[in-house]
């Protein structure tokens, strides 16, 4: 059973940082495109970032996070992070980490393109 696990989540002042891992068990070889999203109460699940695990293309981003958070993984650990600096209260929300070793391009930016959530990690920003 594949499974991504989230951690790294928590309570920041605005204008903080934290970090956000995500490691993914029971995959044979490395996911092809790992990515995060978050959901905020009573909000719709959104994209937040994502990679690939192989070519030169660069990551993506959301665009209310782009300058701000920056994701990476490490292929032999098959994890995958994400750093949010300059956090906002608007950031606050339930961040999950998905992946697929299958992949269309055009879709890294929609959840149903991906196969394994994790159960998501709480971030909370206080102003």
């Known amino acids: 059973q594949v499974q991504p696990m989230e951690s790294g989540g928590g309570l920041v002042q605005e204008g903080g940082s934290l970090r956000l891992s995500c490691a993914v068990s029971?995959?044979?070889?490395?996911?092809?495109?790992m990515g995060w999203f978050r959901q905020a109460p009573g909000g719709i699940r959104l994209f937040v970032a994502a990679?690939?695990?192989?070519?030169?293309?660069?990551?993506w981003y959301a665009d209310s996070v782009r300058g701000r958070f920056t994701i990476s993984r490490d292929r032999t650990k098959n994890t995958v992070y994400l750093q949010m600096n300059s956090l906002k209260p608007q950031d606050t929300a339930v961040y999950y980490c998905a992946e697929t070793i299958t992949f269309i391009p055009g879709t890294y930016y929609v959840d149903t393109a991906y196969d394994y959530w994790g159960q998501g990690t709480q971030v909370t920003v206080s102003s």
């Open positions: 990679i690939k695990s192989t070519g030169t293309n660069d990551p």
């Open positions: 029971g995959r044979r070889g490395n996911s092809y495109l």
